[in-house]
């Protein structure tokens, strides 16, 4: 029996190295030997340890890259390439009409004009490891059930980080859930606030092909943007900004290849996936599919076509709604192709199929029996389904939507710096900071009022903020007088003015007053499903331990939650419309799109980009096979939103580019990863340094980089 069990290891071992080489976004920690022999297999040369334990392992290269996405250190002088959707808003906030970097681009030739971003930052993970057994050991002694088990984390966490800036004082450690809850990894982090923007290409390249594009294969876009960390020029350790500053000196940087690839060649990305769905149960990807993603693909598409008409009117305009455009556009269009993947892959069915073996399995082992309850899952689901839907629609119109929106829950939730004697609350009071720099008055007041009756429009009555009241008996039902008389009558509105939170007549404020009746109405939807929430959060958790234990001989991946992840595969194209896709882009397909911007807006660019790439010699650039000039590839590497900058190497750890998209049918992976049809876009790193190059003729920072 012991060798017959043996042989049906091996064979279950050999089935999933076959089907599932390409799928998985591994911790590197506690990368299973499994599928590091894998690895290995398909071309991949480093020795385990240079992953994660040696000094001078490739972990420390990669950064968080201010909490949204990835990115990659290239040089000996702390230079980080991300993708140029990732230094978006920097590149925003730093353009105005005379100076517009998001239209022309910026290059630093001396380090002195190298410009300082606020509120970014790029993280190193330094440890990561298992807490699990501690936390548990601990909740026991407590006697403390699992729904109690957040404040022993907090704990442990202050604790942990009381402990590990003993060792650096620049240390930080987070906590987080990794398999639904079933394990908890604690990890060390190092971050650097002083970053840098030093080199970016126009718009009309880093976002060639917009939102036309966006998701969608053959790609030309040149998405990336360059910055810079610096550091305390006594420790090399992160410092808030000065001009004292000096380039941070990393342990490890990235060698950059100009060697290229060819199909089937061993890829690997590394970086740090925002958030994926995997172990989702089917009653949960219907709830993502009819209650989230299609209400948030509906509200934003009314927003945007309020901000793109406002934008295309203005060039000041545009310039403060770049970003926020982009931002909202990208997730719009995720939404709307998820939903049509989760349809047509049949998603739903496919997951019901794995829970009917589930309930095999409970029924044959017993495991979990009397506790798991797909049924129950079922029933709940159902029952928060229409709060949930409302819920979305609640945040998807009035959270980061609006300027007076967002000035009026700060003001109610005192997220505001006060000003005066503590002993007198009274006379306590808070000045709102100008950033009119950052919105228009006209799009935002058409923007509020065209989504306040959206919303009315979708939800039932028991969901409308008690505002609604005064809109009908006030103002006959018509939003945009009621938004006026609010922009006109609210102290919020009002550039510079001391406003005394504490005062009687504060809170009759038509704005705040507002920002009141938003908070108790969340507050009324979140009580309304609290429990609830929590019975489906203990259920979902069973759900993974059951199919963990069901497969237990196979090697498992936690779902993404914004830490660092591996995962790998190889460059090569699928099956588009019925043939090849290929496998990169060149040089003459984004010329042929740059010739038809007057069909499409997004295919513009200007005279010198059609000149840099209508040349017969790209050299050094071009590739050594095919000597084309390769723009963008695909490998099967298994990434998804945070993932962007992420860096592309090949088998020797060396830099072969910068992932920055998934193809449309690649849109249901955060839940179900197809590996016929997924890919990973990229950007070729040597496309990257030919604009370095030739456009922006950066020699210094070439020199530094130093690619071979």
Known sequence: MKKLSLIISILTMFSWQQARADEGMWTLYNLPLAVYEQMKAEGFEMPYNDLYQGPDALKGCVVNFSGFCSGVVVSPDGLVFTNHHCGFESIRSHSTVEHDYMLNGFYAERPENELPNEDMFVSFMIDQRDITDQLTAIATSKGLKEENWGEIIDSLENAMNDSVKGVDKTYHVEIDAFYEGNKYYATTYQMFKDLRLVFTIPKSMGKFGGETDNWMY???????????????????????????????????????????????????????????????????????????NAVRAQVRGVKQEIMKRHMDASEAVRIKYDSKYAQSSNYWKNSIGMNKCIDSVGIVNLKQQHEAR???????????????????????????????????????????????????????????????PDDKPEKQYFVLEDNSNQWDAALDKEVLAALMKNYRDNVKPEFLPGFYETIDKDFGGDYGKYVDYLYKKSVLMQQGKKLYPNKKNFEKDPGVSMGIDLLAESAVMYGAVEAINEKIAKQEKLLCAAKLRMEEDMPHYSDANFTMRLSYGQVGGFTLNGAPSGYYTTAESLLAKMKRANEVEDYYAEPIMHELFSKTDYSPYSDKVTGKMQLCFLTNNDITGGNSGSPMFNGKGELIGLAFDGNWDSLSSDIFFDTKLARCIGADIRYVLYMMDKWGHADRLLKEINAQ
């Open 218 to 292: 053959p790609r030309q876009t040149c998405d990336f943007s360059v910055f810079r960390i610096y550091a305390d020029p006594k420790t090399n350790g992160p410092a808030d900004y000065s001009a004292e500053n000096v380039p941070y000196k990393p342990k490890r940087w990235a060698k950059v290849s100009m060697e290229g690839y060819k199909e089937g060649d061993f890829a690997m990305t590394i970086g740090y996936p925002g958030t994926t769905h995997r172990y989702l149960s089917s009653f949960g990807i219907q709830e993502m599919r009819d209650a989230e």
């Open 358 to 420: 589930i309930r095999d399995f409970q029924e044959k082992t017993g495991y979990l029996k009397g506790e798991l309850d797909l049924d129950e899952m079922g029933r709940l689901y159902k029952e928060r389904f229409e709060n949930t839907r409302a819920m979305n629609y609640f945040f998807e119109t009035f959270y980061r939507s609006n300027e007076l929106v967002s000035r009026s829950l700060r003001v109610n939730t005192l997220q505001v710096e006060m000003q005066g």
